[in-house]
C-alpha cells in the first residue's frame, strides 16, 4: 500500500467517508458489460448453486439450480448459462480493424463479477467444462465445453495486470478509493460502496454496518450465507429432491428454491450496477485505451483459435511456459505501474513520497555535452540540472522519464543536498532527436516545472529455456533412466 493510499485510509475514517486515490478510471469500462453473479453449494467442489446474468440492470436473468447434486440440473444450469454468455461473445465477433498487419475485433466482451472469489470460481467452472466430451458416454451439449473455454480465457486474462476482460468489482472500486476499514472488509462490497456511497444521513462507517447484516445485505458469493443455508435453502432443496419427478409438489419446491435464490441475489445485482454507475462517472486515464486493445488483441486470437479447430487450454502449464507466462506478468505489471502512474497525479504522489518519483524545476541545459559510448564514439548526451523539494532515494545510474517527456530517458548523474532542497544531474540518452545540437524545444528549459518517475516500464527477456522435451524430470521434462 502507497503512503498516500495509507493517508487517505486514516482520513476516510475521520471523514466517515471513502477518500479517493485515483483522479481518473484506470480501467476500461464497457458500454455494455455482462454482469455475472454467481453463487455455488457450501460443502461441494465448485458446484453452481445459482446466478444473475445480463447487461441491462433493469433485465437480469435467473439461472436456479433446485437440486446442486443432481449431475443432469448441473449440465442444465450451465446450458442456459452458456446460452446467455455465448451469443453475447458472439456479438463482438464482427466488427473488424486493421492494425500493424494484422485483423482484430474493434470490441471485447467485458464480464464484471462481485469480488476475486467469482474470478476463482468461473476459472474452476471453465477447467470443470472445457473437456466434456459432447459424444460417448455421458454426453454434454457442444455449448458445454465451448463456455468452459471461454471462462478459462477470461479468467486467465484477469492475471494479467491492466487486463479488462474479467474484472472483480472490489478490486475495481478499492484502486480508485480508500475506505476506514481494513482490506480483508473491503471484499465486502456492500462495506465497501456504503465507504465509497453511503446512503444520505449516513457516514462510511454506519453504511458499512448496516451492509454486514446477511439479512439485509445477502454475501456477494459465491459462499452463501450459512443461516440461509441451515433455514432456507436445505429445507427447500430436500422438498424437491424429495417430491415425485414432475409433481405439483416437485414444481412448488423449484419456485420456493427460486424465489430464495433471487432474494440472495438481487441486492448484489443492484450494488454490482451501483458500482458501475460510480465509475462511469470517472474519466478514462490516458493508458486505459491502449491496454483494451490489448485485451482485444487477445480476444481475436482466441476466437480464431477456437474457430480454427484449436485444442482446449491445457489443465496446467509446463515448466518451460510457467517461465515464460511469469516473464510476461511481470513486464506487464512494470508497465502497468508506470502507465497508472504517468495518468494519475495522486498515483505519481505515492512514489513521490517514498522517493521513487520527484518534481522538479529545471536550472541548467547543456545541450551540446559530448561523451565517448562503449565504442568510443563521441554521442550528444545533454545534461540537465534540476532542484526539488521531493526526496530522491535514487542512485546514480537509475533511469528515470518525465511524465510530459515520455519519449525522453534519463539517467541519474548525481544527487547533491541543498539545505531542504536537492540538486539532481540528469543525463539524456533519448528523445532529442540525432543532431549534434539538439534543438532547444527538443530539451527542458530552465525554469520548466518536470515530475521525474523511476517507475517506468521494463522489458526483461526471457533468459534462455531449454525445450519441453529437454527440461530435467523434476519439471515435467522425460525420466532420466540409465538402461532405458
Same mark, same amino acid.
Given at each position: ?59 437480469? @436473468?435467473?439461472?436456479?439450480? $433446485?437440486? !446442486?447434486?443432481?449431475?443432469? &440440473?448441473?449440465?442444465?444450469? +450451465? =446450458?442456459?448459462? %452458456? ?50 466430451? @459432447?459424444?460417448?458416454?455421458? $454426453?454434454? !451439449?457442444?455449448?458445454?465445453? &465451448?463456455?468452459?473455454?471461454? +471462462? =478459462?480465457?477470461? %479468467? ?8 479488462a476482460i474479467l474484472l472483480a468489482m472490489t478490486d475495481v472500486l ?39 447484516? !446477511? ?270
Amino acid at each position: 500500500m502507497s503512503p498516500v493510499a495509507s493517508y487517505a485510509r486514516v482520513l476516510a475514517a475521520a471523514a466517515g467517508v471513502a477518500q479517493p486515490i485515483a483522479t481518473v478510471r484506470h480501467v476500461h469500462l464497457a458500454p455494455r458489460p455482462l454482469v455475472l453473479v454467481p453463487l455455488a453449494l457450501a460443502g461441494e467442489a465448485n458446484a453452481p448453486l445459482a446466478a444473475l446474468v445480463g447487461t441491462h440492470p433493469d433485465d437480469p @436473468t435467473l439461472l436456479v439450480v $433446485p437440486q !446442486p447434486r443432481d449431475r443432469d &440440473l448441473r449440465f442444465d444450469f +450451465l =446450458t442456459e448459462l %452458456a446460452a446467455v454468455v455465448l451469443p453475447y461473445i458472439q456479438g463482438y465477433c464482427y466488427d473488424i480493424e486493421h492494425v500493424k498487419g494484422r485483423d482484430r475485433y474493434t470490441n471485447a466482451p467485458q464480464f464484471l463479477v462481485p469480488n476475486a472469489s467469482g474470478i476463482r470460481f468461473l476459472g474452476l467452472l471453465g477447467r470443470s467444462t472445457r473437456f466434456r466430451r @459432447t459424444d460417448g458416454d455421458y $454426453p454434454v !451439449p457442444p455449448t458445454i465445453p &465451448l463456455l468452459g473455454r471461454w +471462462l =478459462t480465457f477470461a %479468467a486467465e486474462r484477469a492475471e494479467h495486470p491492466g487486463s479488462a476482460i474479467l474484472l472483480a468489482m472490489t478490486d475495481v472500486l478499492t484502486t480508485h478509493w480508500a475506505t476506514g476499514q481494513s482490506a480483508l472488509e473491503d471484499a465486502n462490497l456492500a462495506a465497501l460502496l456504503g465507504w465509497v456511497d453511503p446512503p444520505d444521513g449516513l457516514t462510511g462507517v454506519e453504511a458499512a454496518r448496516l451492509a454486514e447484516d !446477511p439479512a439485509v445485505y445477502p454475501p456477494a458469493g459465491p459462499a452463501t450465507d450459512p443461516d440461509f443455508d441451515n433455514k432456507v435453502l436445505a429445507p427447500a432443496v430436500r422438498a424437491y429432491s424429495d417430491a415425485e419427478p414432475g409433481s405439483t409438489e416437485q414444481e412448488l419446491a423449484r419456485k420456493t428454491v427460486t424465489e430464495a435464490l433471487r432474494g440472495q441475489l438481487e441486492p448484489t445485482w443492484d450494488l454490482m450496477w451501483r458500482a458501475v454507475r460510480l465509475l462511469r462517472d470517472l474519466p478514462a486515464g490516458a493508458s486505459v485505451a491502449e491496454r483494451w486493445a490489448a485485451d482485444r488483441e487477445r480476444f481475436t486470437g482466441h476466437h480464431e483459435h477456437i474457430t480454427g479447430g484449436g485444442l482446449p487450454q491445457g489443465r496446467r502449464d509446463g515448466a518451460v511456459a510457467s517461465a515464460q507466462r511469469l516473464n510476461r506478468l511481470e513486464n506487464e505489471l512494470a508497465a502497468h505501474e508506470a502507465a497508472r502512474a504517468f495518468d494519475d497525479p495522486l498515483v505519481m504522489a505515492g512514489h513521490r513520497a517514498t522517493g521513487a518519483a520527484f518534481t522538479a524545476t529545471v536550472l541548467a541545459v547543456d545541450p551540446a555535452r559530448r561523451r565517448p559510448n562503449s565504442k568510443g564514439t563521441l554521442v550528444t548526451r545533454p545534461l540537465v540540472t534540476v532542484v526539488t523539494r521531493d526526496p530522491v532515494h535514487l542512485s546514480p545510474g537509475s533511469t528515470v522519464v518525465a511524465a510530459s517527456r515520455r519519449n525522453q530517458t534519463a539517467t541519474v548523474e548525481g544527487v547533491v543536498p541543498d539545505g531542504g532542497n536537492a540538486i539532481v544531474t540528469l543525463e539524456l540518452s533519448s528523445g532529442f532527436g540525432r543532431a549534434k545540437v539538439p534543438p532547444p524545444t527538443a530539451l527542458p528549459a530552465p525554469g520548466e516545472e518536470l515530475c521525474y518517475s523511476s517507475v517506468v516500464a521494463t522489458n526483461v527477456p526471457t533468459p534462455p529455456l531449454p525445450e519441453p522435451d529437454e527440461t530435467p524430470w523434476t519439471h515435467g521434462g522425460p525420466p532420466q533412466i540409465e538402461g532405458l
